[in-house]
């Protein structure tokens, strides 16, 4: 049978073990202690320095005058005179921008068809502007003599004669139109809505036969309405047609003034408001 004891070196070895065994752990706590302070300093400083950014982009930034303000859509347009009127100076900030006020002050110029204040954050604004697109010229009246001015699609005089104005070859020129004041924002009565889109609808898809009319009197009648004369830009031969002036009746224009002119030199003016050509022959003058 066995003893029921240890040698005492044997029991020495043992207690050492034990101790030893005993001392790991606390050891490996420390060292796992250590770790986590040095961590939790490093998400610390991470967090400072993100909330710092997070500060300066979302609250300081915003506030500070803006970094860059950018105009497109009419080249040559007076910035200084967008730009006060948008309400934006050296002092502005993003925060501060009402684009709303902004748009609105800005398309009480005439020559603006629209206007858009486009917010870049967080600290860039942008102004993209749309010019209005000149349907003809108009011979009107200031109350003391005739000027030309330009008129778009939807009947708004944007500019009259003057500085700035510059005449495009292309477009025809308008005359008797009626009215009582003209000046660069005024609007033209209905009555002349539906021509004026017209003839920009023209001068967007058929320039090129825009072109060769030269002229557009407008022939007011006794009662009511009006009716139309062109003066095409290379004969001498006046055409009578109704205000609703398309694409279509002026190739069919074009087309019979080249027919009826071969076949008669002396044609003074062609009527097509019943949908059949007339014509009129000139009188001869005696000597």
Known sequence: MSSGYLPGGELAGLGERIFAGLDRPAAHRAVHTTGDKKLKRILAVIGLVLGAELVWLF?????MPLSRVTVSGIPGIDERVVLALAGIGDNTSYMTINTFAAEEAL???PVLRSARVVKRFPNRVELVL???R?????????GK????????GDGMVFSVGGEGFREDETLPVISG????GVFPGIKLPRIYSGLFSRLEKLSREAPELLATI?????NHKNYDGYDITLFPAHQGVRVRVNEDITEETLRYVLLMLDVLSAKSRGIDE???????????IKEAHSG
Not at 134 to 142: F, G, K, R, Y
Request: net charge negative; with cysteine.
């Open 270 to 280: 062609i009527d097509f408001r019943t949908g059949t050509a007339s014509y009129r």
């Open 59 to 63: 609250v300081i930034s915003p506030c």
């Open 134 to 142: 000149a349907a003809a010229i108009a011979l009107v009246s200031d």
């Open 145 to 152: 003599r005739i000027i030309p001015a330009l008129i778009d």
């Open 214 to 218: 030269s002229e557009i009197r407008i």
């Open 130 to 132: 749309e010019p209005r």
């Open 177 to 180: 139109l009626v009215l009582e």
């Open 107 to 109: 398309l009480s110029l």
